[in-house]
């Protein structure tokens, strides 16, 4: 099978996406690591302490990463943070953190894994981007900002690392029930006065399939992206998200 024998990072998969993404590659056989500021719950051999928003941080964590496995196959840029506000309610603190860890951190792990991929010739990357890379929404400038940034650096890294067979996508997720969606509902709760069932009712309708989406669903597709099933498709912002960006 692809998976057997092979080495995956999975930025931030102590919880949400990363953890349902990380659990699914586990059982098709990849040895998967978790680099993460928040340990999982249950302890884990393959975690790695890493603030991704510290470049040398990340390089630490790869170097020891491929010191020891000698190879790295497959990278998922999950970590990430969602701030809901404006620019006028944005801190300039808040900013430099959503860049840091959403865009910065991205580019942080493509600077540290891609020359390893070249040396393999081979790899396969799929950053987490967002339904924000396609559309707009309200009080949401910074996040936006961020997820806009990483669609176009997937773009651009596909072109660049295409000759060595190392291929770039974006798994751009919609609304999805993640401790992330979460905190950002109760930020919206906080600012509106509105019952919290009443906005999940919402974002349920808001959808053209009528509800919001599990971490396991995107999973399932960041694993497509990554494997040999993708092999022709690089340089792609993949929708995920019940339908609501082709409304």
């Known amino acids: ?23 699914l590659l586990r059982k098709e056989g990849s040895l998967v690591y978790n680099l993460d500021n928040t340990p999982a719950k249950q302890p ?5 302490q890493c603030d991704v928003s510290n470049p040398l941080n990340v390089e630490q964590a790869i170097k020891t990463i491929h ?14 943070r969602h701030l809901f506000a404006n620019i006028e309610d944005t801190s300039y603190e808040q900013l430099e953190s959503l860049v840091g860890i959403n865009l910065m951190g991205t580019f942080y792990l493509l600077k540290s894994v891609i020359p390893i991929m070249k040396q393999q010739q081979k790899g396969s990357i799929v950053l ?43 798994i751009c997720p919609g609304t999805i029930q993640t401790p992330l969606l979460d905190n950002a509902v109760q930020q919206f709760v906080n600012r509106s006065g509105q019952e919290t069932s009443a906005v999940y009712t919402a974002l349920d309708t808001a959808q053209p399939l ?20 993708s092999s022709f498709i690089t340089g792609a912002l993949i929708a995920a998200d019940g339908g609501y960006t082709c409304q």
């Open 128 to 170: 987490m981007g967002s339904d924000q890379a396609f559309v707009g929404k309200a009080s949401s400038s910074v996040y936006g900002m961020t997820k806009g940034a990483v669609a176009q650096l997937t773009k651009s890294t596909a072109i660049d690392y295409a000759a060595f067979n190392i291929r770039v996508n974006c």
């Open 67 to 80: 010191e020891k496995e000698k190879r790295i196959d497959f990278l998922f840029t999950n970590a990430g």
């Open 210 to 229: 009528g509800r919001i989406g599990q971490p396991e669903e995107i999973a399932k597709t960041v694993r497509f992206l990554l494997s040999d099933d």
């Open 44 to 48: 884990d051999p393959y975690f790695i």
């Open 1 to 23: 099978m692809q998976w057997q024998n092979t080495v995956t990072i999975i930025t931030g998969a102590s919880s949400g996406i990363g953890k349902a993404t990380l659990e």
